[in-house]
C-alpha cells in the first residue's frame, strides 16, 4: 500500500514538474514570478529524487577504462558531464569525476564511457603532435565523429562537424565544445600562441601535458633561436647554471656537453 502512495506522489511531482517548468519558460526574463517558480522547481526535484533515492546503493569508487571514478554530490551547477554534455544538477544528481583527467559524468552515463582515462596515455605516451592541424578530411572518417563514431557532417546534418586544431580530426558537438587551447606545434614552428578550438580528449591531454618538459626545441627548431630574443636569453642562463653545477661538481666542459647537448652550442 505504501508503494502506491509513493508511486502516486512520483506522478504528481512529476507533473508539478511540467507545470512550473511551462511557468518558467512564459514568464518575462529575470522577472519575480520566473524567480519563484525556478525555486520551486528546484524544491519538487529536491523532493522527486528523494522518493525515487536511485543512487543511495551506488558505490564511492568505480574503475572504468583507467578512470579512477569518485561519486561527487555538490551545490554546484557549473558542471557539464562530459558523455551527454548536459548540465550535471549538483543539488539533484550524483555524479561521478575522474581523478586522473577530471573527466565528469552522470552516473547514469558511467556506463557509456568509451574513452580511455587521458592520464594513461601522458603516463605511457608523453609526447606532443608536431604538425600543425594534421588534417585529413571528413571521408577519411567515413563521416562519422573521431571519438564516439557518431555521424557528423559540415553541413550539420545529423550533426555538425567540428574540427579540432590540435589533432585536425572532427568530432560531433558531444565531444568537441569548442574549447580553445595554445597549439604545441603552432608555438614551436611559428611562435603562435593563439588559442584555437580543440576536442574535450584534447583539452584534457594538453592541460596534463603543459608541466612536462618533454619538448627538445633545439632539436625540433633551431633556427627559433635566431629570431626569438627570450629563447636566447633562457639558453644563455641555462647554459650557465648547468657550467656552474659542472665546475662545482668537478666535471669537465666536454662532459656538460655530452650530458647535456641540450643546452650548449655547438662547437
Not at 524544491?43 to 578512470?67: A, M, S, V, Y
Not at 641555462?238 to 656552474?244: A, F, K, S, T
Amino acid at each position: 500500500m505504501q508503494g502506491l502512495f509513493v508511486a502516486f506522489d512520483i506522478e504528481n511531482l512529476k507533473r508539478a514538474i511540467d507545470e512550473v517548468k511551462q511557468v518558467i519558460l512564459d514568464s518575462p526574463e529575470h522577472s519575480e514570478k520566473q524567480k519563484d517558480a525556478v525555486v520551486k522547481l528546484i524544491h519538487l526535484r529536491l523532493k522527486l529524487q528523494e522518493l525515487k533515492d536511485p543512487d543511495e546503493d551506488e558505490p564511492n569508487i568505480q574503475i572504468l577504462l583507467e578512470h579512477r571514478f569518485y561519486k561527487e554530490k555538490s551545490k554546484s551547477v557549473k558542471q557539464f558531464c562530459d558523455k551527454c554534455s548536459t548540465i550535471i544538477w549538483g543539488l539533484l544528481q550524483t555524479w561521478y569525476i575522474c581523478t586522473g583527467c577530471y573527466y565528469r559524468c552522470h552516473s547514469k552515463c558511467l556506463n557509456q564511457i568509451t574513452k580511455a582515462c587521458v592520464r594513461s596515455k601522458v603516463s605511457h605516451q608523453s609526447e606532443f603532435e608536431l604538425n600543425i592541424c594534421p588534417e585529413v578530411g571528413l571521408d577519411r572518417q567515413d563521416y562519422r565523429c573521431a571519438d564516439c563514431r557518431q555521424p557528423i557532417s559540415l553541413r550539420g546534418v545529423p550533426t555538425e562537424a567540428r574540427r579540432c586544431d590540435y589533432t585536425g580530426q572532427y568530432y560531433c558537438s558531444s565531444c568537441h565544445w569548442n574549447d580553445v587551447a595554445v597549439i604545441p606545434a603552432r608555438v614551436i614552428h611559428n611562435w603562435d600562441f593563439e588559442a584555437h578550438k580543440v576536442c574535450r580528449y584534447s583539452m584534457r591531454y594538453l592541460t596534463l601535458m603543459i608541466s612536462r618538459p618533454v619538448l627538445k626545441l633545439r632539436e625540433i627548431n633551431p633556427l627559433l633561436f635566431n629570431y626569438v630574443e627570450e629563447l636566447v636569453e633562457i639558453r644563455v642562463c641555462l647554459d650557465l647554471i648547468i657550467l656552474l653545477g659542472c665546475e662545482s661538481g668537478g666535471w669537465r666542459t666536454r662532459d656538460c656537453k655530452r650530458h647535456s647537448p641540450f643546452f650548449f652550442k655547438e662547437e
